[in-house]
């Protein structure tokens, strides 16, 4: 058994860290999976997926300007004033995590939390969800 889900995401700035927790954990709860593994990929080159914590919202903030830091905005881009920075923070965290799906909820750490990481926005995102029984 598995399932395909898509989870709709606006974001509000250039550069942030949505958390979609819970709309993964919904979107497990309606695949009646109860063990198997949960795939939250993100069908864009401009925005990401992590795994982070959820409990100081200062790590958020602070990993989005580390980031800026690493690859900043005007940075050895060919073409100023566009998104490369965007593409090649993307391309550092990836388009996707899985999750260990038991007793039909995902597997986190106690501190643990998925995010939609927006490089270029303010933007309307998809997630697709792939929980698969197993």
């Not at 109860?34 to 925005?47: K, N, Q």
């Not at 580390?66 to 920075?85: I, K, Y």
Request: proline content about 5%.
């Amino acid at each position: 058994m598995s399932a395909l889900e898509t989870i709709d995401v606006k974001t509000s700035t250039r550069a942030e860290m949505v958390d979609v927790t819970a709309l993964v954990r919904a979107a497990i709860r309606r695949s009646k999976v109860t063990s198997g593994i949960a795939c939250v990929f993100c069908p864009h080159t401009t925005a990401a997926v992590t795994m982070q914590e959820n409990s100081d919202p200062t790590v958020r903030s602070d990993m989005v300007r580390h980031l800026s830091v690493v690859v900043p905005r005007e940075a050895g881009s060919e073409r100023p004033g566009q998104n490369s920075d965007a593409h090649m923070k993307a391309s550092l965290l990836g388009p996707s995590v899985s999750v260990i799906v038991d007793g039909g909820k995902p597997v986190l750490g106690n501190w643990q939390a998925i995010y939609l990481c927006e490089f270029d926005g303010p933007r309307e995102r998809r997630l697709l969800v792939k929980i698969v029984e197993g």
